[in-house]
């Protein structure tokens, strides 16, 4: 079977509304100071792009998680493979993510950092599948809804391949 990918998003498109997004973060938290959490991997390309063009002061930290499954059903809640580094105690939490499609990996991260006591926890999302969605979660900040298709690029993988691209593509499978 071959893959091609279909661009679903410019590249031009994703960097003119993470610039948006960042702005609009800029404004909301004047005054303050961000602690950006990445989950890895695939929303540190994201976190980067948003990070750069935040004019007020970001710190970064990174985790990386897995969902709990018995074999074959997953559970929906989530384990933590690499934990921050740092405290969140006082802090203004901004998640950083890649998509969010059924929404449990962020209900159960954001349950799991609420106990950390920070000032706040806000959510912000390349990508949204609202379609998708089946575990409560609060999205503050959104770069695009899209379909309920599978996406890569810009982070976002198929089998590990595809996460280098500088836009978001839809996978296509061919039988050739
Ligand atoms: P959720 O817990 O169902 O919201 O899933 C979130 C995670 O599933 C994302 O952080 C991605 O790693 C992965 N995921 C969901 N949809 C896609 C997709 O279209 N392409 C690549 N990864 C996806
Ligand atoms: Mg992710």
């Known amino acids: 079977m071959t893959e091609k990918i279909k661009v679903l998003i410019p590249e031009q498109d994703v960097n003119k509304r993470i610039a948006d997004l960042a702005a609009q973060i800029s404004k909301d938290y004047e005054g303050k100071s961000i602690h950006l959490i990445c989950v890895l991997k695939g929303g540190v390309f994201f976190m980067c792009e948003l990070a750069k063009r935040i004019t007020v002061p970001v710190s970064l930290d990174f985790m990386s998680v897995s969902s709990y499954g018995n074999g074959t059903v997953s ?28 929404g449990n990996t962020l209900h159960y991260l954001v349950e799991i950092l609420y106990k950390r006591n920070p000032a706040s926890i806000k959510i912000c999302t390349l990508l949204d599948k609202p379609d998708r969605r089946t575990a409560d979660v609060k999205v503050d900040y959104t770069g695009f809804n899209i379909p309920d298709e599978f996406v890569v690029g810009y982070g976002l993988d198929y089998a590990q391949k595809y996460r280098t691209l500088p836009f978001i593509g839809v996978v296509e499978f061919g039988q050739d």
Not at 90 to 99: N, P, Q, R, S
């Open 75 to 102: 559970s929906g809640a989530v384990r933590i493979v690499k934990d921050l580094d740092e405290p969140l105690e006082g802090k203004d939490v901004l998640i950083a993510e890649d998509i969010v499609d059924s």
